[in-house]
């Protein structure tokens, strides 16, 4: 098996470095949904023949649900803002007969990794406070994380007919902003311990 894996950023990327024991592709293409899904679609147009792609980072752990170091993998992939932003509620984009807010994830990529799993939310607004953290988590009750790139390199796999999956590891809390709470070491040594679990590549 030969995977592609994607981040966000270098850190996270050298993360994955640590830990990944297989011959797998690493590579960042960047924040946020658009160049999540750009970057994907470009690397995935390259060539190379690859048997899967995961998304991997560093997330927000939504609504206590989660600890500080604790390991997603997503059962979906979910775009929270996708859709039409009602006076009393949030219609996504599955009721508008335009799409799909949501892009399951393929378990057998990531059978060894060990963590929780649900719903990981894509955003392409950090969630700034707690009132809006009390918000997405009453509107999202499967959902156990808070990112920006999965749903576009999802959707990037499942163009190019690719299964697909995201690891999330926890650095802090969604909603929260101070900093000095976060724990980007405990995101990043879980991070790699997911990778050191990932699927044999080809050799």
């Known amino acids: 098996m030969k995977l592609l894996i994607v981040t966000a950023v270098a850190a996270e990327a050298d993360a994955v470095r640590r830990g990944l024991s297989a011959d797998h592709d690493i590579a960042v293409v960047g924040v946020g949904p658009a160049s999540a899904a750009a970057g994907t679609a470009r690397l995935l147009a ?5 048997d899967g792609v995961i998304n991997a980072g560093v ?3 939504l609504d206590s649900r989660v600890a500080i170091g604790d390991t997603v993998i997503g059962t979906a992939a979910l775009s929270g803002e996708l859709g039409v932003a009602l006076p009393d509620r949030f219609q996504p984009l599955d009721e508008l007969g335009f799409g799909t807010n949501t892009i399951a994830c393929d378990p057998t990529l990531t059978t ?4 929780r799993h649900g719903v990981i939310l894509t955003l392409a607004t950090i969630t700034g ?4 953290a009390t918000s997405l988590a009453g509107r999202y009750p499967d959902a156990l994380a808070e990112a920006m790139e999965g ?4 959707t990037a796999a499942r163009d190019a007919g690719l299964p697909f999956a995201e690891i999330r590891t926890v650095s802090n809390a969604v909603g929260d902003r101070d ?3 976060w724990d980007w070491t405990a995101g990043f040594t ?3 311990a997911a990778a050191a679990a990932l699927p044999k590549g080809n050799t």
């Open 46 to 50: 390259g060539g190379k023949r690859y």
């Open 179 to 181: 900093v000095s709470g």
């Open 112 to 115: 060894g990794v060990a963590g």
């Open 190 to 192: 879980a991070l790699a």
């Open 151 to 154: 749903f576009g390199v999802a």
């Open 59 to 61: 997330a927000g752990g």
């Open 129 to 132: 406070t707690p009132q809006l």
